[in-house]
């Protein structure tokens, strides 16, 4: 047996004093003290203590533990001793140190947290990155995020599914796509799984969700953008913006609500501190985030205009200073700055019923309710400046009983973000895709 335990699953509610168990994970640290020798072993759930007395040990043993390299694997079998003065409460007092893998030297980056290594290093050597608690940590906190969103809409009586990555047509306007050779033909890796995910309404799924990759060639190269991302996307019939917003908030306070009660320990290792956010958040329309924005900042926006990095900032300050939350709506965009499938308003179509939910450092999802009129979805799809017959394949599924429909995709990476307060995306993600990173 190469393990019988974890490291933290030795406590003495689980494990007697003195019951035999076998460890197995990483050469953490080794301290030779000349009489006594520690060596820490580590692995994914933290470290244990393997404590060597010189005189009440086996010779050769001894010096097996002392001449251990770091980062080397390691399995070790001993005898359990609680102990107050150790660091997690208890020491193994080894029988047998099995090596099972010898790790070169020097390491291509520091474990031990000693030495701040740069992200590019981290990113580059991220086998020996991950060993890092802090870095496992926001893993295991996107881990629960993402088993938290299933279980909310398993709970509110989704459908997961899964849409094609490789595709003919384009969905966002403004971000690029990625072209690849699809045989003898030009084909592009999926932005969103927007248009399928409209089809799946008018199949009758009514309730669906995905969680998958998406692919954008956006060209900047920011803290929060990538090239390959994870989106939560959702997409409900018979249903209008306000009701997928009311979703979108009870999905973010629940996923808070089980991060904070599933994983204490990495929320510790990480320094944060976290709040569910109050529900419901905020709703500000587009027209009130222009005075807003030209009222408390230098950056002055029309209408019309998108807004730029100051202004969300600038709004979320507000926000967070008048309510406290960092969690917010904004409703009612122009139609002509949001993408052709947002449903105008009938009453004054000028403005759309669609919405961004922020955050107060960034943009965290957008929604809308759709158009689910064929006659008017291929107008606004001709006055984006698109060509209708590469959607042949879409615009046919709203000709033969299309429900009303609404929905939003969400950013996986950016979520968690920040949830975490973390600086930059590629924190985020195990082998970020940004514009210079293709391996590993
Ligand atoms: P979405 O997810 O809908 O794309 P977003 O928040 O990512 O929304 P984008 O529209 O993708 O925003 O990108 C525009 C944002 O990125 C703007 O806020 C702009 O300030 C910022 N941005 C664009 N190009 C650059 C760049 N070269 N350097 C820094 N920031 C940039
Ligand atoms: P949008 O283009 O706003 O909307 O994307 C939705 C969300 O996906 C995330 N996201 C990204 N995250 C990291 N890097 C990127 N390059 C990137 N691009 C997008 C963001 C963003 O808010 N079809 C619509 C959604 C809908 O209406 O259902 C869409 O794709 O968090």
Same mark, same amino acid.
């Given at each position: 047996n190469?393990?019988?335990?974890?490291t933290?699953?030795?406590?003495?509610?689980?494990?007697?004093n003195?019951?035999?168990?076998?460890l197995?994970?990483?050469?953490?640290?080794?301290?030779?003290?000349? %009489?006594?020798?520690?060596?820490?072993?580590?692995?994914?759930?933290?470290?244990?203590?393997?404590?060597?007395?010189?005189?009440?040990?086996?010779?050769?043993?001894?010096?097996?533990?002392?001449?251990?390299v770091?980062?080397s694997?390691?399995?070790v079998?001993?005898?359990?001793?609680? *102990?107050?003065?150790?660091?997690?409460?208890?020491?193994?007092?080894?029988?047998?140190?099995?090596?099972?893998?010898?790790?070169?030297?020097?390491l291509p980056?520091?474990?031990? %947290?000693?030495? =701040?290594?740069?992200?590019? $290093?981290?990113?580059d050597?991220?086998?020996?990155?991950?060993?890092?608690?802090?870095?496992?940590?926001?893993?295991?906190?996107?881990?629960?995020?993402?088993?938290?969103?299933?279980?909310?809409f398993?709970?509110?009586n989704?459908?997961?599914?899964?849409?094609?990555?490789?595709?003919?047509?384009?969905?966002?306007?403004?971000?690029?796509?990625?072209?690849?050779?699809?045989?003898?033909?030009e084909?592009?890796?999926?932005?969103?799984?927007q248009?399928?995910k409209?089809?799946?309404?008018?199949?009758?799924?009514?309730?669906?969700?995905?969680?998958?990759p998406?692919?954008r060639?956006?060209?900047h190269?920011?803290?929060?953008?990538?090239?390959?991302?994870?989106?939560?996307?959702? *997409?409900?019939?018979f249903?209008?913006?306000?009701?997928?917003?009311?979703?979108?908030?009870?999905?973010?306070?629940?996923?808070?609500?089980?991060?904070?009660?599933?994983?204490?320990?990495?929320? *510790?290792?990480?320094?944060?501190?976290?709040?569910v956010?109050?529900?419901?958040?905020?709703?500000?329309?587009?027209?009130?985030?222009?005075?807003?924005?030209?009222?408390?900042?230098?950056?002055?926006m029309?209408?019309?205009?998108?807004?730029?990095?100051?202004? *969300?900032?600038t709004?979320?300050?507000?926000?967070? =200073?008048? $309510?406290?939350?960092?969690?917010?709506?904004?409703?009612?965009?122009?139609?002509?700055?949001?993408?052709?499938?947002a449903?105008?308003?009938?009453?004054?179509?000028?403005?759309?019923?669609?919405?961004?939910?922020?955050?107060?450092?960034m943009?965290?999802?957008?929604?809308?309710?759709?158009?689910?009129?064929?006659?008017?979805?291929?107008?606004r799809?001709?006055?984006?400046?698109?060509?209708?017959?590469?959607?042949?394949?879409?615009?046919?599924?709203?000709?033969?009983?299309?429900?009303?429909?609404?929905?939003?995709?969400?950013?996986?990476?950016?979520f968690v973000? $920040?949830?975490?307060?973390?600086?930059?995306?590629?924190?985020?993600?195990?082998f970020?895709?940004?514009?210079?990173r293709l391996s590993?």
């Open positions: 190469l393990r019988t335990h974890y933290a699953d030795i406590k003495p509610d689980k494990v007697d003195g019951q035999k168990v076998t197995a994970g990483w050469v953490h640290e080794v301290r030779d003290l000349g %009489g006594i020798c520690f060596v820490v072993l580590r692995d994914r759930e933290g470290k244990a203590q393997v404590t060597l007395v010189k005189k009440k040990i086996d010779k050769e043993l001894f010096e097996t533990a002392k001449r251990l770091r980062e694997v390691i399995s079998t001993g005898t359990v001793k609680f *102990e107050e003065k150790a660091p997690n409460g208890y020491e193994l007092l080894p029988d047998e140190i099995n090596i099972l893998n010898v790790a070169g030297s020097p980056m520091d474990t031990t %947290g000693k030495v =701040e290594a740069e992200l590019d $290093t981290r990113l050597s991220r086998f020996i990155d991950l060993r890092r608690a802090e870095t496992t940590a926001v893993f295991k906190i996107r881990h629960e995020s993402l088993q938290a969103i299933r279980e909310f398993v709970k509110n989704f459908i997961e599914t899964a849409t094609p990555k490789v595709v003919a047509t384009a969905t966002e306007g403004g971000t690029a796509l990625f072209p690849i050779t699809y045989f003898d033909r084909a592009f890796l999926n932005q969103s799984p248009l399928f409209q089809i799946l309404m008018g199949g009758g799924f009514d309730r669906a969700f995905e969680i998958g998406i692919f060639a956006e060209e190269d920011t803290r929060r953008h990538l090239n390959e991302a994870t989106s939560i996307d959702v *997409e409900v019939s249903a209008d913006h306000f009701d997928v917003m009311e979703i979108l908030e009870n999905l973010v306070a629940y996923v808070y609500t089980q991060v904070i009660e599933n994983c204490k320990s990495s929320l *510790e290792a990480l320094g944060v501190e976290l709040k956010p109050k529900t419901p958040f905020l709703k500000l329309t587009y027209d009130e985030v222009i005075e807003i924005i030209n009222s408390r900042s230098e950056e002055k029309h209408w019309g205009d998108d807004l730029g990095t100051l202004g *969300e900032h709004v979320g300050d507000y926000v967070y =200073e008048t $309510t406290g939350e960092s969690h917010y709506f904004i409703i009612d965009w122009p139609t002509e700055i949001k993408p052709f499938y449903m105008p308003y009938e009453d004054r179509p000028e403005f759309s019923k669609s919405f961004d939910m922020m955050h107060r450092t943009e965290l999802s957008s929604g809308a309710q759709r158009i689910h009129i064929p006659a008017l979805l291929k107008s799809i001709e006055s984006q400046g698109l060509n209708p017959d590469g959607f042949e394949f879409y615009l046919k599924a709203f000709e033969y009983g299309m429900p009303p429909h609404a929905g939003w995709g969400m950013g996986c990476e950016r973000m $920040t949830m975490l307060g973390t600086d930059n995306i590629r924190d985020t993600v195990l970020p895709r940004d514009r210079r590993p």
